[in-house]
């Protein structure tokens, strides 16, 4: 079992409507959450991350995290032509240091 | 703030040849971290470095090492390379433990 997964999509959604991505993950010791946005042939860039349950907003993005769950979504408010990217689940997992366990990643298209 | 660093961009070996990839972190960055990117396989986490020490180490072959030099810079070296070495390798930097990872432009292995 993989430690985060991720709908590969694709997901296409319109100009200006809500794109909802998820991720679940499976150890319970996941204790940071962070998303990545990569364009093709480009390299991850962060967009946010989050450590509590809850929502955190941050302009145009919000990230959720459940931990009872083992669930973190992103939204993306407004959808524009230029987030059609590559976004990246990525979690640290207690004790391991500054290792990352990334997802596949969810390939997002918005629809002009 | 520079980014992070990775030299050179690009590289084309052939088989049993080596390679050594360079990245500078971001200043003040003590943690640095190495990442293969691959279509099938997604990130997959190499090493960790944190001032001078190997933190964490990935489930890749011995013929995978890396180093970190005082002044925080990262080099890691791929010995009798494969075809199936070919990827996108990442550098990552952060501040310590639990940050978020900021990564270069990479550094683009093609082997033949």
């Known amino acids: 079992q993989k430690e985060v997964e991720q709908n590969s999509g694709p997901l296409s959604v319109p100009e200006g409507a809500i794109a909802s991505l998820n991720c679940t993950y499976s150890d319970r010791g996941s204790q940071s959450f962070f998303w990545y946005r990569q364009y093709s042939g480009k390299s991850p860039e962060l967009i946010m991350f989050i450590y509590s349950n809850g929502d955190k907003e941050d302009g145009r993005f919000t990230a959720q995290l459940n931990k009872a769950s083992q669930y973190v979504s992103l939204l993306i408010r407004d959808s524009q032509p230029s987030d059609s990217a590559t976004y990246l689940c990525a979690v640290n997992i207690r004790g391991t240091g500054n290792q990352f366990y990334f997802g596949t990643g969810t390939s997002l298209t918005v629809i002009p | 703030k520079a980014g992070v660093t990775q030299t050179p961009r690009y590289l084309i070996k052939t088989r049993g040849q080596q390679v050594t990839l360079s990245c500078s972190p971001i200043s003040g960055h003590r943690s640095v971290s190495w990442y293969q990117q691959t279509p099938g396989q997604g990130l997959q986490f190499l090493f960790e470095y944190f001032s001078e020490t190997q933190r964490n180490k990935g489930n890749f072959p011995g013929r995978f090492s890396g180093r970190q030099f005082s002044n925080s810079r990262s080099e890691m070296n791929v010995s009798t390379l494969e075809l199936g070495d070919s990827a996108l390798y990442l550098c990552?930097?952060?501040?310590?433990?639990?940050?978020?990872?900021?990564f270069g432009n990479g550094t683009r292995l093609t082997v033949t």
């Open positions: 990552a930097s952060s501040l310590d433990n639990n940050s978020p990872l900021h």
